[in-house]
């Protein structure tokens, strides 16, 4: 598609409920990033695929958090058992460029998906 | 590590002023910087990037930075700054993939406010 597309856009989830967010990359784009955006903060850094290999998930939060691409282009950051905590935007972003490419590797963002954990 | 910080949590300018948003950051090796800008419900969006060269970068909608190696600052600057440029302002690093950075670390940022 012409940009990173997400889904679902807004999710209110019950505490202790699991959810699942896709995020559908520009197609093409080997890198794809996941972030959190808490209310007033900067986005904290989850995970980070090259094509379907996670090579970091050194910020994913507790391993209530999982993310896979199992075929290099769609990615699903999926949350188990979720707590008040989890409550945050949820940003992908993805990358024409590998991660050691000496290029700048400019991040697409897509829109986010907005979850509130009650 | 790498890490990016940016000082003020709001700045306010009148229309038609120069604006300038501050960056400092700390990375191992040589850094690759940008800047992107936010609007409301919508996602972040890439505005200007420094790797080498020029300290002076020029981006989109009027927008340049410059870098500064001894002061490790990649301040962004406006020279009129207009009503519409009203958004959140996030600063950003990665590392040099030399030294096997490939993540980039985003500021907490800085909320633009352009009074008419």
């Known amino acids: 598609g012409a940009g990173v597309s997400q889904s679902p856009r807004y999710k209110v989830a019950k505490r202790g409920q699991d959810v699942a967010l896709r995020c559908d990359p520009i197609?093409?784009?080997?890198?794809l990033f996941w972030y959190q955006q808490a209310l007033g903060q900067g986005p904290e850094f989850l995970t980070y695929?090259?094509?379907?290999?996670?090579?970091?998930k050194s910020g994913l939060p507790s391993d209530r958090f999982f993310a896979e691409r199992p075929e290099g282009s769609v990615s699903t950051l999926k949350i188990q058992r979720t707590q008040q905590e989890d409550s945050a935007v949820y940003l992908c972003?993805?990358?024409?460029?590998?991660?050691?490419?000496?290029?700048?590797?400019?991040?697409?963002f897509g829109a986010g998906s907005r979850l509130t954990v009650l | 590590a790498q890490s990016v910080a940016q000082p003020e949590d709001q700045v306010n300018v009148a229309e038609g002023n120069p604006l300038t948003v501050k960056c400092t950051y700390s990375?191992?090796?040589?850094?690759?910087l940008f800047w992107y800008v936010q609007y409301p419900n919508r996602g972040l969006q890439f505005l200007l990037k420094?790797?080498?060269?020029?300290?002076l970068v020029k981006g989109s909608y009027g927008f340049e930075a410059e870098f500064n190696k001894s002061q490790t600052s990649f301040h962004l600057k406006k020279p009129s700054a207009l009503v519409s440029d009203s958004a959140l302002y996030f600063c950003?690093?990665?590392?040099?993939?030399?030294?096997?950075?490939?993540?980039?670390?985003f500021g907490a940022g800085t909320r633009l406010f352009v009074k008419a």
């Open positions: 972003a993805s990358s024409s460029q590998g991660p050691f490419s000496s290029g700048a590797n400019v991040l697409t």
């Open positions: 197609s093409g784009h080997v890198s």
């Open positions: 695929f090259q094509n379907e290999a996670q090579l970091d």
């Open positions: 990375v191992s090796g040589n850094p690759y």
């Open positions: 420094y790797i080498t060269g020029d300290n």
């Open positions: 950003a690093v990665r590392d040099s993939p030399h030294t096997g950075g490939f993540k980039t670390i």
